[in-house]
């Protein structure tokens, strides 16, 4: 079956790894600053691996500059087949229609089973809308938070947030981390201005990402 091939390389984990990151983000595009968080997510918290998942259609945004959901899916894999801890879901996509998060979580959690601990890895700025997200208890309650943000950023909101949603500063801290990342100072809203700027992208993105965007015209 088609799906099987694609999430095969998440039921194998199931045999033998225990702390799952999930990159969920909208990846338009995929970018060095991503692939660095992925890293990083992975060495601080001894992850075993780390599965990007792309939306399909993100449901909290309506702006029109967002490639295809195949063309972002297909620069995720572009930009990850290197590293052998980083694999690619199309589980969202293949879901079609608004991705919500807390399906996602659900249908990982169903394949993972309840022993494997799952790492929500995205930007800190996404986690701060969380409480209108659908079903954010359930969410909280099947996965942990990795905030990623870069050096400087106010993390005031972020206790703001801990405090909204949690009894004690204990609780919060294992369900939401922050981690900096200095690359995170790159940005797909910037990438995507450079290009209709006509201004270079070499060494923001992989290289291979920087001719699959001028191969397939995109966000000109
Ligand atoms: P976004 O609002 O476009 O991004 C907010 C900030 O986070 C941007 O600075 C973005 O930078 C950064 N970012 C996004 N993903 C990141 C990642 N994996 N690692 C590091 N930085 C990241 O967020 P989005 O990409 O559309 O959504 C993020 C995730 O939250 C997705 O998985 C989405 O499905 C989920 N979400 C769920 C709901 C819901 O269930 N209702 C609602 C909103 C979001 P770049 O632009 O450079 O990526």
Known sequence: ???DKYENSIYKVKESRNRIGIMGGT???IHLGHLVTAQEALSQFRLDQVVFIPTCDPPHKVDNDIASA???YLMTVIATASNDDFFVS??????????YTIDTVRELRSIYGKEVSLYF?????????ILTWKDTEEIISLCSFIAA?????NLARIDDLKEKLFANQQEGNGKIS???VPALAISSTDIRQRIQKKQPID????????HYIMKHGLYI
């Open 178 to 180: 922050v981690m900096e």
């Open 27 to 29: 990846f338009n595009p």
């Open 1 to 3: 079956m088609e799906k």
């Open 70 to 72: 195949e063309d972002r």
């Open 149 to 153: 943000t870069r050096p400087g950023y």
């Open 90 to 99: 199309r589980m969202e996509i293949d879901r079609k229609g608004k991705s």
């Open 203 to 210: 060494y923001l993105v992989p290289e291979g990402i920087s």
């Open 121 to 129: 890895i995205t930007g800190a700025d996404a986690i701060l809308e």
